[in-house]
């Protein structure tokens, strides 16, 4: 993932359109901020949806030249990226058409709160290695992440999603992407209970009562979930081995 363009050419191209209009200035300025499109387009779209990302991120620039008010303070680099950065966000969250599970859809806020702030604060883009020490994962794994919506579950790279440092209490980012697969295998009925039993932590009995079950069922049928649960990592360890 590239790193964008400096921001003092970019808002020296900008300085020169808008003393002087032109087509030619005007071209300056977009060869200026193609460094940012790029950045911003790699981190939000991977390789998926080339042009269509890039038109997007030049959107974004041609509003900037339009609204940007110097009277207002922040530098055209400042000004721009944030518009490069929404058109081109606004463009992925509108095509997204695949499921995104939880700790995926947390760690793209992550991504678009940690860019925010680091651009408020310094007024350029993050590197790479910057993004995934904020999120706790390889490199790799930034642009798989972002990713996801645009492009199936099955198409990511899961591999490239793993924890640089581990929090006591707290499974890695790996381990809760392979409970979501795992997941998407229960039944309705064993979706409900392992809501009930691990995510609002209710006790068998309380379970029981809620799911109109005797307390007994609810243990068997937990134990059935969490065994089929197992066979399916046991599988998917095979598959990868195999692969």
């Given at each position: ?81 944030h518009k490069m950065m929404g058109e ?16 995926i859809s947390g760690l793209q806020f ?134």
């Open positions: 993932m590239s790193e964008p363009s400096n921001p003092l050419l970019l808002n020296d191209a900008a300085n020169l359109y808008f003393e002087n209009p032109s087509d030619e200035t005007l071209n300056q300025v977009i060869l200026a901020s193609e460094g940012y499109v790029k950045y911003f387009r790699r981190l939000y779209g991977g390789s998926a949806n080339y042009e269509d990302l890039y038109q997007a991120g030049m959107e974004g620039v041609l509003k900037a030249i339009k609204e940007y008010d110097p009277g207002k303070g922040a530098s055209f680099a400042t000004f721009a990226g081109i966000r606004h463009w992925v969250r509108k095509e997204a058409s695949y499921r995104r599970p939880g700790s992550k991504v678009d709160a940690f860019l925010e702030k680091w651009y408020k604060e310094y007024g350029l883009m993050p590197a790479p290695e910057q993004v995934a020490a904020e999120l706790g994962i390889r490199v790799e794994g930034v642009v798989e992440v972002m990713r996801a919506g645009l492009v199936s579950f099955e198409d990511i790279d899961v591999e490239a999603i793993h924890s640089t440092y581990y929090k006591s209490f707290e499974l890695p980012i790996e381990d809760r992407i392979l409970l979501a697969q795992l997941y998407k295998n229960l039944s309705d009925g064993q979706k409900r209970l392992w809501h009930l039993l691990f995510e609002k932590r209710m006790t068998q009995e309380k379970t029981a009562k809620e799911l109109g079950m005797s307390q007994r069922q609810v243990s068997r049928e937990k134990d059935k979930m969490v065994r089929q649960m197992m066979e399916d990592v046991e599988f998917q360890k095979g598959r990868k081995h195999k692969d």
